[in-house]
């Protein structure tokens, strides 16, 4: 075999088939597993005929070469687990993400139709103080109007979106309930 005689070869394979199946079976707990890396152990001691020793045994050598494919096979299995558990996880939180920009869209469309319904001083008040950052005083002066007034309108602005959206909430709720019946 050593000298590329594949008649040798033929024999050693059915002299060490079984016995090394058997092997394979026990330590992968999976009989198709188990043919992969007999297969695997025969190719490989075909690559290394030459390297064979004809002065040692030949059994011990090719139970060490399947006993090898086995623990490359662990490993492997073991690194693409975690391979896999790095991909679940950041397909997590890409999934995340995305229902966190829905989320997001969601109730920005729903305060602008809330700010879409104040009254056109109302929502000239919660501009000011919101999307501009001006304090209750400076958009009183702004709009030549009372600190009072602009602290009423804003607590009148929030109150509105806050009950719209939980309107909104409530009915997409409520309708998704029905769906499901």
Same mark, same amino acid.
């Given at each position: 075999?050593?000298?590329?005689?594949?008649?040798?070869?033929?024999?050693?394979?059915?002299?060490?088939?079984?016995?090394?199946?058997?092997?394979?079976?026990?330590?992968?707990?999976?009989?198709?597993?188990?043919?992969?890396?007999?297969?695997?152990?025969?190719?490989?001691?075909?690559?290394?005929?030459?390297?064979?020793?004809?002065?040692?045994?030949?059994?011990?050598?090719?139970?060490?070469?399947?006993?090898?494919?086995?623990?490359? =096979?662990?490993?492997?299995?073991?690194?693409?687990?975690?391979?896999?558990?790095?991909?679940?996880?950041?397909? =997590?939180?890409?999934?995340?993400?995305?229902?966190?920009?829905?989320?997001?869209?969601?109730?920005?469309?729903?305060?602008?139709?809330?700010?879409?319904?104040?009254?056109?001083?109302?929502?000239?008040?919660?501009?000011?103080?919101?999307?501009?950052?001006?304090?209750?005083?400076?958009?009183?002066?702004?709009?030549?109007?009372?600190?009072?007034?602009?602290?009423?309108?804003?607590?009148?602005?929030?109150?509105?979106?806050?009950?719209?959206?939980?309107?909104?909430?409530?009915?997409?709720?409520?309708?998704?309930?029905?769906?499901?019946?």
């Amino acid at each position: 075999m050593i000298a590329g005689d594949t008649g040798a070869f033929s024999t050693i394979y059915l002299r060490y088939h079984q016995p090394l199946l058997r092997f394979l079976q026990q330590s992968a707990k999976s009989p198709a597993l188990a043919e992969d890396l007999l297969h695997d152990t025969f190719v490989r001691l075909w690559e290394h005929r030459g390297q064979l020793d004809p002065t040692q045994p030949l059994k011990p050598y090719l139970y060490t070469i399947a006993r090898n494919q086995f623990l490359n =096979l662990l490993k492997r299995a073991r690194h693409e687990a975690r391979i896999l558990d790095e991909m679940k996880a950041h397909a =997590l939180v890409e999934s995340e993400n995305i229902l966190r920009t829905i989320n997001y869209k969601e109730t920005k469309q729903l305060i602008d139709e809330a700010l879409g319904q104040l009254p056109p001083r109302c929502l000239a008040v919660f501009q000011k103080c919101h999307f501009e950052e001006l304090t209750y005083k400076q958009a009183a002066q702004s709009l030549g109007i009372s600190e009072s007034t602009v602290h009423n309108q804003m607590v009148k602005a929030l109150h509105h979106i806050r009950r719209h959206i939980t309107l909104r909430n409530s009915l997409t709720t409520l309708l998704a309930a029905i769906a499901v019946l």
